[in-house]
Every structure is written in C-alpha cells, then in structure tokens.
C-alpha cells in the first residue's frame, strides 16, 4: 500500500469543498421556491455529509465513516420517499407545489 | 411480627374507609363495632410488639417503606420505627382509644351522623399511630398534621353551630403556629445533619458539645410546635375551646392522646435538648407558668368540662416541667398515668352530662352521687389519682416530678407543690359540687336522672382500674419496688442521663410523701366543708369580682389575643387589601397581562405560517450563534 | 434488545394483518404486546447490557426512558380505542407508531452516532406519514410537508455536525468520544466546536426549542389530534433523551463553551411559548405553544449539567408525558366534535364531572402547583439551573410558569362555565376513562412520591 490520497489532496481540501456543497445546498433550500428543488437541494446537503464522512473516514483508516454513508443513503431514500408522496398528495389537492403557498397555519 | 407492624396503623385506616365510603349505608351497630374491633386489633398487635422488645433489651426495629426525596445534601425518607419509647405511646393509643370507641357506641347513640364520627376517631387514631411509629421527624410531622385535622373535624362535629365552628378554626390556627415553628425546626435538622430520621440526627446531634447555637435553635423551634399541639403558653387557648367537641373526643385527642404529643416530641429528641440547656430552660418557665396558669383559671370555672380542660392544660405544663428538668422518663410516666385518669375523668364527665341532658353547668348539678353510682366512685378514683394520693397512679408520677425538681431547685419545687395543691382544690370542687349537695337541675332533669348504659360504664370501670394500679409501673426507691417503666426506657434516655442526674435523698421522699397526703387531706376536708356540707354554689359570673372576676374570665387571655393581634391584623390586612393588593399588585399583574399581550401581538408576525421564512429565521439565528461563539 | 425486538414484531403483524386478514384482532394484540414490552423493559432494568457492538447501551436512563414512552405509548393506544378500531388504515397507523416507538426507543439508548441518528430518522420520518395522514384535509397535507421539509433541513444539519465530530475524534461512538475529549479537551480542533453546534441546533429543531421551533404549532395543530398526542408526548421525550444523553457523556467537558447558546434557547422558547400561547383560542395550539415553553424547562436540565440533570429530566418528562395524554383525550373528543376552541368547553364540567376533575388537576400539574408531578419535576430543573449558576435563566423560568398558570387555568375556568350555546357533547368511551384515570393516579402518586422514579436511574 503507498500512501493514502490524503497525502496528494490534504484533507482540508475536502472540508472546504463539503461546506461549500453543503452551503449550496442551504441555500437552494432558502431561496428556491419549487418543492422539487428544494428536495434536490436537501440531497445536496446530505450529499457534502456523504462526501465529508468518506473523507473522513480516509483519514482515521475507519470504515465507520462508510458504513455511516450507506445508512445516510439508505435513509435518504427513504426519506425522499415519504416527501415525494407528500407532495403529490399536496398538488392533488391544491394543484401547486410552491412552498410558499402553504400557510395556511399560522398564529 | 415485624413484618406486621404496617397493620397497626392500617387496621384503623381500613376502619375510617369503611365508615368514611360507607357513611350512611353502613348499619348503625355495624359501624361503631367495625371501629372498635380496628383499634382493638392494633392493641393486640401492639401488645404482642411490646412483649418482644420485652424480651429483648437493644431491639430497635426500623423499616423503610421508600424514600420520599433524595438529593445530594439529603435524604428523606418513610418509613417505621418501634422502639420502647413508641411501643409506649403505642399501647396508650390502641389501649385508651379502644375503650373511649366503646364508650362513644354508647354516647353518641343518639347521633344521626353516627358513622361520620367514627370515621373521624379511626382516621385520628390512624394519623396518631404514625406519629409515633415514624422514623423520622417527617413522617411525624404527617401525622401531627393529620391528628390537627381530625381534630378540626372532630371539635366542629357538629358544625351546624357556628360557635363550634370557631372554636374548630381557633384549634387549627394556633396549632398551624405551632407547625409553622416544627417545619423551621424541620429545615433547620435537614440543613445540619442532611436527614430527618432520628437514628441520623440523634447521632448527629451527639457528636455535637453542649450549648452548640445550632441545637439550641433547633430544640426552640420544635418546642413551638409542643406549644400549639400540647397547648402551652402562649399557644393553650385552643384547647379549653376545643371541648365543644364530643365528650368522648375531648377525653381521647384532647386530653389522652394528641396533646402529649408535643411531649413524646420531646422525649424522642430528648438527646438535643440535653445538649442545649438554654432550651430546656425555656421548656421549664414555659412549663411552670402555663401549668399555673391554667391550675388558676380552672379554680373559678363552672362548666365541667373547661375545668377539666384547664386541668389537662396545667397537668400537661407540668409534664413540660419534667421535661425541661432533664427528667424525661417521668415526665412519660405523667403522659401514661394522666392518660388513665384523664380520659376517666372526661368519660365520667361525658355519663353525667348524658344524664343531665346535656347540661354541663356545675352550679346546676349536684347530689349525683346517688342516680349515678358507678360515675360517681369511677370519678372518685380519677379525682384521687388526679389530686395525687396514694396509692393511685397519680401520686407516682407527680411524686417523681417533684422529686425531680427538688433536685434541681428549690423555688421550682415550691412552684410545682403549690400547683398540685390548686389541682387538688379545684378536682375537689368539681366533685363536691357534681357529687354531693342537692339537687339545683330543674324538675324535668331530676326525673330523667339515670346511670349510664354498660357500654358507657364499662370503658369507666377498666380505666378507674388502671387509674388506681397504674402507679405501680413506676413506684419510687422507698417503696423496695423496682421502677418498671424507668428500666423499660432506660435505652431510649440513655445518653440523656449520662447528662443529669436527679436524685433526692430517701428522707426527703418520705417528708414528701407525707406532708403531701396530709395537705391534701386538709384540702378535701375543707372543700366537704364549704360544698358537701354548707352546701355552697359558685355565683353567678356577674356577682364575681375582683380575682375572681379576672380568673373566671380566664385572665383575659382570649380578649388579649384579640386585642393584640387579631383586630390589627384585620386592619392590616384590610388596608393591605385595599392598597397593596388592589393598587400595587393588581397593578403589576394587569401591567404584566398587557405587555405578554402586545408582545405576543408581536411574535405573531413571526409565526406566519410561511416555511421559507421559518427556514430563513432558522439559518440566522444559527449564523448567529455559530459566529458569537467561533469567533468572539 | 427484546423491547425492539416485541415492539418492531407488532408493526410487522399489523402489516401481516392486512394480508392474513386479521385485523380485528389487532388492537387487543397491539395493546398486549406494548404490555409485554413494558415487562420486558422492566427486566433490562439495572443489566446495563450493551448491544449490537456497543451500538445500543440499556443502561438504567435508557430503561427508564424506554419505560416511559411505552407506558404513554399503551395510554396512547388505550384513549384512541374509537380512533383505530374499524378505521380502514388501522394496520397502517398500528405499524407506523410502533417503528416511531423503536426509532424512540433507540434514541433513548444509544451509544454510536449511527444510531442516534437512525433513531431520530426512524421516528421522524414515521411522523411525517402520520402528520399527513388525513389525505384529504389540506391543513393536514400543510402540517406533513412542512414537518417533512423542516425535518429533512434539520437532519442535514445534524448530520454535518455529526461528521465534523468523526473527524475531529475519530469515531462515532460515545465512550471512545468522550475519552478523546477529555484527554484532548484544551487543544480540540475548530472542526469538533462547529460540530457539537451543528449536533445542538440539529436537536434544538427535533425537541422544537426556540429559534427553531416555528415547524412545531403549525405541525401540531394540522395534524390529526391522536398523533399530536403522539408527538407531544413520545417524540418530545425521546427527543430530550437523546439530547441529555449525547450531551451529559460526549460533550460534557466541553460545556462551559456550548451552555451559553443552550441557556438563551432555553430562555427564548420559554418566553415565546408562554407568551404566545397567551393569545390562542383553540386549546390544540395553546398545547403547542406550551410544548415549546416546556421543551425550554427541558432544556434547562442539559444546560445546567451535573449529577442529578438525568433525574430532574425524567422526572419532567413521566410528569409532562401523562399529563399531556391526558389532555390530549379531552382534545380528541373535541376534534371528533368538530370544535377545538377552548370556548366550546363551557358547560363542559356540568355534563363530564370526572373528566373534568381530571383534567383540572393535570392543567395544575403541568403548571406546576404542588403537590402535584408536574411541580415536582419544575422544582428540580429549577434547583439544578440555580445550583448551576444559572440564576438568570432560573428567573425567567420562574416568570414563564406564572405566564402558564394563566392560560392553564384559562382552560379550567372555561370548563367550569356555564354552558353557552357554543357548547358541544362530548363524550368519553370507556378506555378513555380508564386513561384518564390512570393519569390522574400517576400525576397524585408522583407527586407524592417523586422517588418512585427518580431512584430507578
């Protein structure tokens, strides 16, 4: 084994690039509209966890950190998949998916 | 056995629910044997717990039920504890309550709320065995709570007078003052020895040298609460108040029981106020006055009932004295002795105001003697054993705080044989005057003259029995008798008398013996003189004067009170009302409600129901913080 | 490990009782099991056993926990008797409270991040569903996105500070995290304080503290009345769990540094849901609001971390959980009725004597007024914030509560009016009298004897 790739790409590279996916992502969320966008942009932000973790986990030569990615992937799915019917329920109901047309409660 | 001793105090709360649920749909005979047969199981029980510490010496037996609190400077615990002090107190307790249950199927046969009063009696009887069977101050303090109660309830038993009413209120304010002092005692033990039960402060206290502030402070502020609940100055008025309860009460809670409370109090913490004489110095003055006082007052009474009242009141100021001496277990001996006689001598009170009708004025009585022979000799013996003859039970016990004073000092002494003299005049009095003479009761009354049923005169005999023998627990050294009930405590007051010691020399027990029978036989000549013989009636309270006028009107305390702190308090607090509560602090309050109104007016804009915002507020306060901490 | 184990197998029986066709039987069956569960969380007590790889550590604060959610959880199933029974999606609500009750139980027992955060996911995502449950009620559709949404967001951030902490220690399980703390705990990188803040906030938004909490009264008032029981009660406690747990072991050394951010939440939602719910009318939102307020007392266990945090929490929340059920069937009844406003209650206590005997001394409870549980457990956290230093938060802890008496006891009064013509029926089947019995008897005997459970940990 030579060394590890954290040796050519320092790790602080991958921190910096996993908060600036992340703070795309937060952003997206803040300031798009369209609920399917703003899906997308939660899976970014998980995504730069994901990228995060597997760096991470290069440099302690733990698998913890992988194994951590698939439960996030696992459960991302999931999650994408409770959302997804939510909104489709919503649009049956009110034909829309802007998000902020949902305040209705409020007070 | 130990694992039965729960039951002695949850027979007579099995009774209370029965009668208590039940109330009118429980039979009539039912109820009253339902109550009986609880408390008697608890004698049984309690019998068979004193003749296993009987046989053994040390045997101290605790139980924890659960811990109630714990923190990390304390630990407050439930749980029971049965030593020979509270085996005692527990014998008294099933022991006269069973005969005065008895007793009252009789009294009270007349009574429509029959099962509510013995609800009332079993729940009291209930609360006080958990006052004495506790570990702990707290669990004592449940009970004293519990026993005030029932004895609100029961004094205002029949409520639908309004002046019982008050006596009932005044009872349970002035033993909320006393509490008030118990529950400061209370913090204070917990705040210096970080637990309530007594084997933790006992020791604790004993490591401590004498006079420590601390203690002193501690034994203070627990002798308040002995002043409201055993009725001594300045907290006694309640008590003569207290008998327009039901005779039978006031012989079970006003005169055998809940009142030695305060005393057994004592008694338990008997280490700390050995270790603060200044205390005890106080339990003494305190004791003596009020043990005049009331000895005063209760030689120009005419109700029967008050001058018994009053009596109970010096005898229990008596019992203090002993305490304040260091003489723990006579003053326990007077708590026994006088259980015997006093409820005797209420219960007989309780049969001749039944034959009158419910007349409890003296000056209307007279010459019972032969319509009510058994209350009469049964009354006999109490005012025997009362006044301090031999051989009834009386003598000993207050042979022994005489003794006791002598020991100590000579003015305490002469103070104490004067007010067992005034006791004799004033029992005296109250018998003559019940007893012998004629007639002064109207024609209707005359005719309805009539003894007792069994069930009332039974409880008199077994009591006028203990009244005569029950000296003999405790006879002094001259009588070649071993002193039964000294030895049985000795482990309780052990460490106490390692700190005084009270012994009078043999000749002086004899000159005691002997000139106290002989002044009280002059006594009782002169009071056969004055009632039996020249037949003479107490005047009217109008045609008195002077002293007497002052002692009938019981020194003014009650108007003094009312003077000194009842009526400025009314106008405090209707000033208080007026401006601070109506101005200032409704003022506040409703400043309050507007400000959380508008502001809330406020927030509501935040809350727009909006998810983008939500999230956008969400982000900035986290940047927010995440920039004050990282880089501030 | 048993208790997940029962718990999990009733959620795969509702969904075999789709098939199989058995349905009637399940709500006796769902009932036994939570019984059993309690049993078998019973026998965990005082093992300390440690499973799955020292991923799950049954320790006595996690038997305790456990206890609690699923008693309130079999009083959950008990008052909603007439909600599942006959219900078309009974099998479908059987099964996902019983996965949210494992995904709380986790987060109550956890020692590895993994599974605090497949804990937190497993109950929330459940609650998602449950939240918009009711197909057709938009405000229903409205309460599920917009938990969904928040969550979803907040999950993100959990997760990043969950990373940040891997790689400032190494690992993901809490011994090991907490022994490189303190070996290391002046010279941790900034990765792991970013990280701990992220985890807080992440948490904050789950336990619905201030700033975070503006999803949790929308959410809980369009949601259908039985799972906001649910949520305020389960979710809310194994949420707090979770939090004392992570942070009393992991990050203790490090506390002075995060108990400032976790003292002004703590302060800022007690005021803001105090005050807020001040001004609501519908008694729905006005327990919403009051779950803010109280996830800020909650919150003031783990900023005043010492020794006895764990047992004033547990205290708090057995005090806070029963007490809400209980409410919570008076608000079901109400939604059933078709009016939720608090004004509907008039005459309420002419026609429901207990009920509303009840419900009074369970608003007293949750205001705090002795002897009751609630004033024990707000004693507690009280004591441990001042004992803490705490005096401020104290302060205004105090100033919230008397604020909540008022609307509590708005509540009480209205039920004690006479009627008006606003005035609904409501009625009480039996296994909603039975609840409320049951909580009337915990919130007295708690209160009387806090010990009960404090002494279990």
């Not at chain 3, 007590?45 to 991923?55: A, E």
Request: aromatic share 14%; with cysteine; net charge neutral.
């Amino acid at each position: 084994m030579t060394g590890s790739i954290l040796d050519t790409i320092h790790i602080n590279n991958y921190l910096i690039l996993a908060s600036f996916l992340f703070s795309v992502g937060v952003m997206g969320v803040l300031f798009r509209r369209n609920a399917i966008i703003v899906f997308m942009c939660i899976e970014l932000m998980l995504n730069a966890v994901n990228l995060l973790l597997v760096a991470f986990s290069t440099m302690h030569s733990d698998p913890g950190g992988q194994v951590m990615v698939f439960f996030i992937m696992a459960v991302a799915a999931a999650e994408v998949a409770v959302g997804l019917a939510i909104l489709v329920m919503i649009y049956r109901n009110i034909g829309n998916t802007d998000i902020n047309f949902l305040d209705k409660l409020k007070g | 056995m130990e694992q039965f001793i729960w039951l002695i105090p949850a027979l007579p709360l099995l009774g209370f629910l029965i009668n208590g649920i039940g109330n009118k749909s429980v039979p009539r005979g039912m109820s009253g044997l339902v109550a009986s047969i609880t408390v008697l199981g608890g004698f049984i029980l309690s019998v068979v717990l004193f003749l296993q510490l009987l046989s053994d010496p040390n045997l101290v037996i605790q139980q924890k039920l659960f811990t109630w609190m714990a923190t990390s400077t304390m630990e407050v615990d439930f749980g029971f504890m049965v030593d020979r002090l509270s085996v005692i107190m527990l014998l008294v307790i099933t022991g006269v309550g069973f005969l005065i249950h008895v007793y009252s199927m009789g009294y009270m046969h007349e009574e429509p709320d029959y099962a509510r009063y013995f609800a009332y009696l079993n729940l009291f009887v209930f609360f006080m065995l958990i006052l004495v069977l506790g570990s702990g101050y707290l669990m004592m303090f449940v009970g004293w709570e519990g026993v005030g109660l029932c004895s609100y309830l029961l004094i205002g038993f029949w409520f639908k007078n309004n002046d019982y009413n008050a006596a009932a209120s005044k009872a349970f304010i002035m033993n909320r003052i006393g509490d008030l002092g118990f529950l400061l005692g209370m913090f204070l033990m917990l705040q210096t020895f970080g637990s309530l039960s007594y084997d933790k402060v006992i020791s604790g206290a004993s490591t401590m040298s004498v006079g420590t502030p601390v203690l002193t402070a501690i034994a203070l502020l627990l002798f308040v609460g002995a002043m409201g609940k055993s009725a001594q100055l300045p907290l006694y008025t309640w008590l003569p108040d207290a008998m327009a309860g039901p005779t039978p009460v006031s012989a079970l809670i006003h005169a055998a029981t809940m009142v030695t409370a305060g005393i057994y109090m004592v008694v338990r913490s008997n280490v700390i106020y050995v270790l603060a004489p200044f205390a005890s110095e106080i339990v003494l003055i305190v004791g003596i006055l009020t043990a005049l006082l009331a000895a005063f007052v209760g030689l120009k009474q005419t109700d029967i009932k008050k001058v018994l009242a009053y009596s109970t009141v010096s005898q229990l100021g008596l019992m203090f004295v002993a305490l304040g001496l260091g003489a723990y277990k006579t003053a326990l001996f007077h708590v026994v002795t006088h259980a015997f006689f006093k409820a005797l001598l209420f219960l007989c009170s309780g049969s001749v105001i039944h034959a009158m009708g419910g007349e409890q004025d003296m000056r209307k009585m007279g010459g019972l003697k032969k319509a009510l022979p058994i209350t009469h000799l049964t009354f006999l013996i109490g005012t025997l054993a009362i006044t301090g003859i031999p051989p009834f039970a009386g003598f000993f016990s207050k042979d022994e705080i005489m003794a006791s004073a002598f020991a100590t000092n000579g003015w305490i002494f002469a103070l104490v044989c004067f007010c067992a003299l005034l006791t004799a005049i004033y029992m005296f009095r109250l018998y003559f005057l019940t007893f012998h003479g004629e007639f002064r009761g109207s024609q209707h009354q005359q005719e309805h003259l009539h003894e007792s049923p069994a069930s009332m005169t039974t409880p008199l005999i077994v009591l006028a029995i203990l009244s005569t023998i029950g000296g003999f627990i405790g006879m002094p050294e001259i009588m070649h008798a071993p002193h039964l009930l000294s030895r049985f405590l000795k482990p309780v007051t052990a460490m106490a008398e390692s700190y005084t010691s009270l012994h009078v020399t043999h000749t002086f027990e004899y000159i005691l013996l002997v000139s106290s029978v002989s002044i009280l036989a002059i006594v009782i000549w002169f009071s056969h003189r004055k009632y039996a013989v020249q037949k003479h009636v107490p005047a009217a309270p109008q045609e008195l004067s002077g002293f007497q006028w002052v002692l009938h009107n019981k020194f003014f305390v009650d108007e003094f009170y009312d003077a000194i702190i009842v009526r400025p308090l009314r106008m405090v607090s209707s000033l208080g009302y007026r401006w601070i509560e109506q101005g200032f602090i409704d003022g506040i309050v409703n400043g309050f409600g507007t400000v959380a109104t508008s502001l809330s007016a406020a927030l509501r804009y935040l809350q727009s129901g909006a998810i983008g915002f939500y999230m956008i507020a969400m982000v900035i306060s986290f940047i927010v913080v995440f920039f004050i901490q990282m880089f501030l | 490990m048993n208790i997940l184990i029962a718990i999990t197998a009733v959620g795969v029986l509702a969904m075999l009782s789709e098939i199989l066709n058995f349905r009637r039987f399940l709500y006796p069956i769902s009932l036994f099991v939570m019984l059993v569960a309690l049993a078998l969380t019973g026998m965990e007590w005082s093992h300390g056993v440690r499973y799955f790889n020292d991923m799950l550590y049954m320790d006595n604060y996690a038997v305790v926990f456990t206890g609690i959610m699923v008693v309130t959880t079999l009083l959950w199933f008990m008052m909603n008797e007439n909600f599942l029974n006959g219900n078309p999606r009974q099998a479908d609500f059987t099964a996902i409270i019983s996965f949210a009750l494992g995904g709380a139980m986790v987060m109550a027992g956890f020692s590895d991040l993994i599974m605090l955060f497949l804990g937190v996911e497993i109950l929330s995502i459940s609650m998602y569903v449950l939240a918009a449950s009711n197909k057709s009620e938009p405000r229903s559709n409205e309460a599920g996105f917009k938990y969904f949404l928040m969550g979803a967001f907040a999950s993100g951030f959990l997760l990043f500070g969950i990373a940040l902490v891997y790689g400032a220690t190494g690992s993901f399980n809490l011994r090991e995290i907490s022994e490189f703390v303190s070996e290391n705990n002046t010279d941790m990188s900034a990765i792991f304080y970013g990280g701990v803040l992220m985890i807080a906030a992440g948490l904050a938004f789950k336990v619905a503290a201030a700033p975070f909490h503006f999803w949790a009264p929308d959410v809980y008032e369009g949601s259908p009345t039985p799972f906001t029981a649910f949520m305020s009660t389960v979710v809310k406690t194994a949420a707090f769990a979770a939090f004392l747990r992570l942070f009393s072991t992991c990050f203790s050394e490090v506390s002075t540094w995060w108990s400032p951010v976790l003292a002004i939440m703590s302060a800022l939602s007690m005021l803001v849901g105090s005050i807020m719910a001040l001004r609501q009318t519908s008694l729905k939102r006005l327990l919403a609001w009051s779950g803010v307020a109280n996830a800020g007392y909650m919150l003031m266990a783990v900023v005043s971390l010492n020794e006895y945090s764990d047992t004033a929490l547990v205290l708090y929340a057995a005090a806070y959980s029963i007490a809400s059920i209980g409410i919570f069937t008076l608000v079901s009844n109400m939604t059933n009725a078709g009016n939720e406003e608090i004004s509907s209650l008039h005459g309420f206590s002419k026609v429901n004597r207990f009920p509303a005997l009840v419900i009074t001394v369970l608003m007293f409870s949750i205001a705090g007024i002795p002897p009751l549980a609630g004033f024990f457990g707000k004693y507690a956290i009280f004591a441990g914030a001042l004992k803490d230093g705490f005096v401020w938060l104290a302060v205004v802890a105090v100033l919230s509560s008397a604020i909540s008496v008022f609307y509590y006891l708005k509540v009480v009064v209205a039920m004690f009016q006479p009627a008006g013509r606003e005035a609904v029926q409501l009625e009480f089947n039996p296994g909603q009298s039975l609840v409320l019995g049951l909580v009337l008897v915990l919130v007295v005997v708690l209160g009387l004897v806090p010990a009960l459970i404090t002494t279990l940990i």
